[in-house]
């Protein structure tokens, strides 16, 4: 709904700005196409996801890089290949560790970047190939993750994991792609229609588990609004330059010459969230 809004509002240039029907099924795949490569190019560019997801990454004990950046420092610091937003717990070799010997860092600031570990509390480490600390937690990037999830329905339900029809009170306060999460499932709209009410989903994205519902509040994710402008700006860009053959030359107002590229805007956005990363598997 965002990129055909912004298409039929203002002419973002290319070789075919016609506004767009609701009903173009070519604009419709091609935009779903396109939504999805062009978040993994965010991600890429980026080194960050910025929606949440859960899962549970390992580091190696018989990596050198883990080892010297896990003792290089005074406590021992585990620097984080990717954002944490909730940590769920810590295995150091199939050992759960107690949450009084490791923090999360900096302190009262999410997502967070690095663990601080009590060294008294770490075990002797694994001599196996598959020894390691693992993470398992809730990942991704968001400045205020108390606000990224506004509840739309205080009660919906689902019969069973498999169901994929979802009925709400109002179908037009939901977006196609958007996140819900219901319980400890996150869920993705695939379609909608506002004359049943009817939502159509996929469950158990994102590294949760699909499970029954009954009278469940139901929640929809808020990306950040720079980067929600800065993805749908490019998918934008990517549709009205769909029929480029290789012409990668602009002539600007200034008479100069440079490279057909991605929006500025989007280049800013990306650039101001870049996420340095440190060698962890």
């Known amino acids: ?14 070789t075919d700005p016609a506004p767009v029907n ?20 965010m991600a890429q560019e980026t080194h960050r996801v910025f929606v949440p997801y859960k899962d549970t990454k390992t580091w190696y004990f018989n990596d050198y890089r883990f080892i010297h950046n896990l003792y290089a420092c005074n406590p021992p610091k585990l620097d984080l290949d990717e954002d944490l937003l909730v940590l769920s717990s810590a295995t150091w070799d199939g050992t759960l560790l107690s949450a009084s010997y490791y923090r999360e860092a900096p302190a009262n600031t999410l997502p967070s970047e690095f663990l601080l570990f009590d060294v008294t509390g770490l075990p002797a480490q694994g001599t ?32 069973n994991a498999t169901v994929t029809s979802l009925t709400v009170t109002d179908a037009s306060l939901y977006k196609t792609w958007q996140y819900i999460r219901i319980e400890d499932e996150y869920l993705q709209i695939t379609g909608r229609n506002e004359t049943t009410e009817v939502l ?34 490019l998918v934008c860009y990517a549709y009205t330059h769909r029929n480029d053959r290789g012409n990668q030359i602009e002539v600007l107002p200034d008479g100069t010459v440079s490279l057909n ?6 280049k800013a956005t990306l650039m101001n969230y870049q996420k340095n990363t440190w060698g962890a598997i």
Request: glycine share 6%; hydrophobic share 45%.
């Open 1 to 14: 709904e965002d990129v055909r809004n912004q298409l039929m509002r203002a002419n973002l240039g290319g």
């Open 200 to 233: 159509t989903v996929k469950r158990g994205v994102n590294g949760t588990t699909a499970a029954a519902h009954t009278a469940q509040a139901c929640q929809i994710f808020k990306p950040m609004a720079d980067i929600e402008l800065a993805a749908t700006r």
């Open 261 to 266: 590229t991605i929006p500025l805007l989007v």
């Open 22 to 41: 609701s009903e173009d099924t070519d604009f419709t795949t091609y935009v779903d196409s396109a939504i999805h490569a062009l978040s993994r190019f």
């Open 128 to 159: 196996t190939f598959d020894s390691g600390l693992v993470i398992a937690g809730i990942w991704g990037y968001h400045e205020n993750l108390v606000d990224a999830w506004e509840t739309i329905s205080s009660s919906v339900t689902l019969a």
